[in-house]
């Protein structure tokens, strides 16, 4: 297993879950977490581990970190496909976070919580193949993709520049950050999850900017329904267009 990828993962869900319950505590995440790995060592993390605050008492980015690091553990050593230990992780999380949790977030957001961090998990899981037991039974098959130098930055930008943004998550989601995250993309595909996990805006907010873009011929869609949805850069804005083949 790739240390930096999975640490890579710790760190991106214990962040969504801060976000989500106490986002008062982004402003020291990178040092919470930085402490969280500079202690772990396994049994240092497996002892902090050993503490449980009582329900209600809120979270600690430290012991949200180590309860990832723990079942990601876990998750890795049972002789099961990807959809099995996503489902166990999930279970997990759930158990660990449904009393901490009491009275800081409704529960359509704790559902909505668990569904990304079931997204992220199964995300990982699906490019991993030597270093698990079973290779996963239901992998989708991946759509070609380009090379990261494929977009045209300068096209995009002036594209974006061009379109009259919402003003909901104007503060997170302006004509920069949108190029830049579609630049990043390499043109790629991307899915709904991806685009609101990364400006931490909601699934409403986040399809408004998706179905404007596309609408705009920013983005292509694969025509797909329900989770197999994937968006990417139009063929148009990208400096090789034809190494991007349809879904």
């Not at 214990?14 to 790995?37: H, M, N, R, S, W």
């Not at 605050?53 to 990832?68: E, I, R």
């Not at 998990?121 to 699906?126: A, D």
């Amino acid at each position: 297993m790739d240390r930096d990828s999975f640490l890579g993962l710790v760190r991106v869900l214990t962040e969504q879950v801060i976000a989500a319950a106490c986002p008062e505590k982004l402003a020291d995440f990178a040092d919470d977490f930085g402490d969280f790995t500079l202690q772990a060592g396994v049994l240092q993390v497996c002892d902090r581990l050993a503490y449980q605050p009582p329900p209600g008492s809120g979270l600690d980015t430290t012991l949200v970190a180590g309860m990832f690091f723990e079942v990601l553990l876990d998750a890795a050593r049972l002789p099961a496909g990807r959809r099995e230990r996503v489902s166990f992780v999930r279970k997990r999380a759930k158990d660990y976070l449904v009393n901490r949790l009491a009275g800081q977030i409704t529960l359509s957001q704790f559902y909505r919580l668990l569904n990304l961090i079931e997204e992220q998990v199964g995300h990982y899981f699906e490019h991993l193949t030597d270093d698990w037991i079973a290779p996963p039974r239901d992998r989708e098959a991946a759509a070609p993709s380009p090379e990261p130098e494929a977009i045209d930055g300068e096209a995009l930008r002036r594209a974006l520049s061009r379109l009259s943004l919402p003003l909901e998550g104007k503060r997170k989601l302006t004509f920069e950050t949108l190029w830049d995250f579609l630049r990043g993309s390499g043109g790629r595909w991307f899915r709904l999850l991806d685009f609101e996990a990364h400006f931490r805006i909601n699934k409403k907010t986040a399809w408004g900017y998706l179905n404007l873009l596309q609408k705009e011929g920013v983005l292509e869609h694969n025509g797909e329904k329900a989770n197999r949805v994937r968006y990417a850069v139009a063929p148009a804005f990208r400096a090789e267009p034809e190494k991007m083949l349809p879904s």
